[in-house]
């Protein structure tokens, strides 16, 4: 794992760490691979997105419930997350993420299976991935994909995609440089997300999508934008950029309304006015 030496994410990695460590204790990698194999097959969150697209031509949203943020520490909220799952889904999600870390994301397993039984749409399994049994922990939650970062795996890429792979699921690898997308596809890549999210100072800068993308030949890969967005100018922006989805999480999950918000991004209201 890639880290440098005054990275926030220091804190946080230690605290999932030992989560891991005490999860392993409950649940060896040979009980949990056991139980993974006896799993009903994944749903194909890619499949999906792509799907979207096609029937809509526009980006697909990616609605992400979480009641935290190791981005945005003033950000904790309750999340009715059954409730609120169906809410997405009925609106027009393709797909949903769903936090699965308690201290930063304030959320769990236990959340992301049961939104998985609330809906019939594929969900990622939104954490920050950095042992191969955290990939295993997702599938027998019933994630139908995961999040690998390539700044954090560096050479372990490949592997991590590998072991997701053999599992039936979907690894969106994502990316924030133009070096991190050289090493995606080297990887084999062919699902990656354009963050404006720098995960290493937690910094956010806009427009880091829109230089990235375009460096993303669109028949090698399906291609999801996020950080920082939650807008219909967003969603008109960076689908003109080649953008097939966009994740959209903090504008959903600090408004008051968030179904009303991603109504607002898919232009249902608008079109209902019209």
């Given amino acids: 794992m890639i880290l440098p030496d005054a990275s926030p994410l220091k804190p946080f990695l230690l ?36 799907a979207s697209f096609k029937a809509n031509g526009a ?52 959340d992301l299976a049961t939104v998985r039984d609330a809906v019939d749409i594929p969900l990622l399994a939104q954490d920050i991935i950095f042992d191969l049994y955290q990939i295993l922990e997702a599938r027998l939650a019933g994630a139908d994909a995961v999040v690998l970062s390539a700044a954090l795996l560096g050479p372990q890429l490949a592997e991590f995609r590998e072991r997701a792979a053999s599992v039936a699921m979907d690894a969106l690898v994502q990316v924030h440089t133009p070096q991190e997308v050289e090493a995606a596809l080297a990887a084999g890549a062919d699902f990656i997300c354009a963050t404006n999210r720098n995960i290493h100072t937690f910094e956010l800068v806009p427009g880091t999508c829109e230089t990235l993308i375009p460096l993303i030949p669109a028949t090698k890969a399906l291609v999801v934008a996020e950080g920082g967005l939650g807008t219909a100018a967003d969603r008109e922006r960076l689908g003109a950029a080649g953008a097939k989805a966009l994740l959209i999480g903090t504008a959903l999950m600090k408004d008051a309304d968030p179904a009303g918000v991603l109504e607002q991004v898919l232009g249902i209201e608008t079109e209902a006015a019209d």
């Fill in 15 to 50: 605290q999932r760490r030992d989560q891991l460590a005490k999860a392993k204790v409950r649940r060896s990698l040979g009980q949990i691979q056991g139980k993974v194999g006896d799993m009903p097959m994944t749903r194909g969150f890619q499949g999906a997105l792509a």
């Fill in 59 to 110: 980006p697909g949203i990616i609605a992400e419930l979480k009641g935290g943020s190791p981005f945005d520490p003033s950000f904790r909220t309750m999340v009715p997350y059954k409730a609120l799952a169906e809410d997405f889904e009925a609106v027009g999600a393709a797909a949903l993420s769903v936090a699965v870390e308690r201290q930063a994301f304030r959320g769990s397993y236990s």
